[in-house]
Every structure is written in structure tokens, then in C-alpha cells.
């Protein structure tokens, strides 16, 4: 088994087919790792844009990668089989947090087509590091930046190039080593073979604004008094405003309320969330049910 940690400097670059921006990959950089977690072999390529012809002033300042090194760069479909011929067999591909595949899978999409990068099993290692940062004290519930978590760990960075693709599987490589624990780490591990690791990856979730969706259970929109406990009676139809449905409510014991509840769609989940504000007056507001 060798693990791969894939790193991907890509700059917003306007794609004319479908008008609109699109973070299209101009350098891929990797480190292989033996089962010691030793780092056996890197791996880094410029890709030359098929779109267009020069890249952002932020984009180059944060990578070194002016529009000269990024116009004599490899062609993509050229670099990414040049990685994926490099990558091998029986391997677990990491990247930091799954953002990397998001931009993949819209490079694969818009740009490769027939061409994928090699992924057999994937690994959030963000996610892991992080697992481990909270089991240490880290309270932050934000998601951690590499150099955060690199500070973290005491792991030296004077000659680390951060936002250069190569470095920073390098530093993430450093960080696996760092705090690997068997059990947590396998159990984090997915196989990309299976459909639904890409179903779920693709699928956007959304807040729902029609109370009629199907997803709804009826049953959550009923609200209860927080001075007795008891249900409590709706008394103005359903509104919809800034992703909340609200209507007011009144209570048997004269307790008035305004309900408030938004409903998130995930691939896998509902997501419900209720809260009780003051009671609002009527006003015009489009009105979705009775």
C-alpha cells in the first residue's frame, strides 16, 4: 500500500461555453509515502491553460507562477497522465480537505472529459488532522488552514513554499507522520469505485422554499409554548423570507409567538432548524400556504 497526498494550485479563470468563472487546475504537485509514511518520490507539473492566456496577479503572487511558466506549461490532459502514470497501484489518494475534488471533478467535466485523475481510495486529510488537533485541546470548530495546523504541531516550515502545489503535500505529508493513529485514520478511508462517493461529492445541497416538498415532515411545523409546554395553535399562514418559513402561533394559556423553521436538503439529511421570536403584525409578504 503507498499513499498519495495530491496537492492543486488552480486561479478563476472565464470559461465562454458556459459564461460563467470556473478554477481551472494550472499546477499539480503530489508526494508518494511508503507504509512508514517515508516520502519515496515527488511529483510536480505546470499546466499550460487551454482557456486562457494569462493568469491572475493574485494568483501568481501567491504561487510564483507567472503567466510565462504557466503558457510553457505541459497541456492538461498531457500532465494528468503524466500523474496518473506516476501514481501506480494500490493506493490511498489524500488531499487537503475535499475542496481539491470539487475543482477535479469541474476540470474533468468542462476541460479533460474523457480523461479522470487516478483516485482508487480517498482520504480528507484535513479532516483526520483536525480529529486529532480537538482530541489534543484545538477548539476552533472552523475548518484548520495547513499552515495553522502545521504551527499546531511544531513542524518546522522555514523552507516551505506555502500555495506551491509540491510543498504543500510535503507539509501535509510531515503532518500524517505527525499524528497517524491506525484505527481513526482507516475508518476515515472511502472507495471511490463505489457510486455514491461521487453521487454524494456532485450533489449541492439546497434550503428548501415550497412547503409542499416531499421532503417535509408536516409534523415539524408545529410549534410548541414555552410558557406551558402545551401545542400551540398557528393563527397567520405560512411566509417565506430569507430561507425561513414564519408564521405566529398562539398558545391556550395567551402566550403569542412567531415560529420560525428552515429546512436544508443534504445527500443524506434534512437538516431542520426551529426557534421562537416575538410575535410579528401582519405585512405584506408573499403568502405560500394557507
Known amino acids: 500500500m503507498n499513499y498519495i497526498i495530491l496537492d492543486l494550485e488552480w486561479d478563476s479563470t472565464y470559461f465562454p461555453k458556459q459564461r460563467r468563472f470556473i478554477n481551472q487546475i494550472l499546477q499539480i ?4 509515502l511508503n507504509e512508514s509514511f ?10 499550460k491553460s487551454s482557456i486562457s492566456k494569462r493568469v491572475t496577479g493574485r494568483f501568481s503572487q501567491l504561487t ?4 510565462d511558466i504557466m503558457m510553457h506549461g505541459t497541456p492538461f490532459e498531457d500532465a494528468v497522465e503524466q500523474y496518473n502514470n506516476w501514481v501506480g497501484e494500490d493506493t490511498v489518494t489524500m488531499t ?4 481539491d475534488l470539487y475543482t477535479i471533478l469541474e476540470n474533468e467535466d468542462n ?9 482508487e481510495k480517498y482520504l480528507d486529510l484535513q479532516k483526520f488532522v483536525q480529529g486529532e488537533m480537538r482530541i489534543l485541546g484545538y477548539e476552533s470548530k472552523n475548518q484548520v488552514s495547513l499552515e495553522a495546523a502545521a504551527e499546531f504541531f511544531e513542524i518546522r516550515t522555514d523552507d516551505i513554499d506555502f500555495h506551491t502545489a509540491k510543498d504543500d503535500s510535503l507539509v501535509s505529508a510531515y503532518l500524517l507522520k505527525k499524528c497517524y493513529n491506525k484505527e481513526r485514520f482507516e475508518t476515515l478511508i472511502r472507495d471511490t469505485s463505489n457510486p455514491e462517493f461521487f453521487k454524494r461529492l456532485r450533489y449541492k445541497p439546497y434550503t428548501i422554499s415550497n412547503l409542499k416538498d416531499s421532503n417535509i415532515d408536516k409534523s415539524k411545523l408545529e410549534f410548541s409554548c414555552e410558557e406551558c409546554g402545551k401545542k400551540a395553535e398557528r393563527v397567520s ?3 417565506y423570507s430569507n430561507r425561513w418559513f414564519w408564521a405566529n402561533f398562539q398558545c391556550k394559556c395567551g402566550n403569542k409567538f412567531s415560529g420560525r423553521i428552515t429546512f436544508k436538503k ?15 403584525e401582519k405585512k405584506k409578504t408573499v403568502k405560500t400556504e394557507n
Open 96 to 99: 487537503w480537505s475535499n475542496s
Open 38 to 47: 517515508k516520502v519515496t518520490d515527488c511529483f510536480e507539473v505546470t499546466v
Open 64 to 67: 510564483g507562477i507567472s503567466t
Open 111 to 119: 476541460i479533460l472529459h474523457n480523461k479522470h485523475f487516478k483516485i
Open 237 to 239: 399562514a405560512w411566509k
Open 266 to 280: 443534504t445527500y443524506d439529511d434534512l437538516i431542520v432548524r426551529k426557534k421562537v421570536c416575538e410575535f410579528r
Open 29 to 32: 504537485g503530489a508526494v508518494k
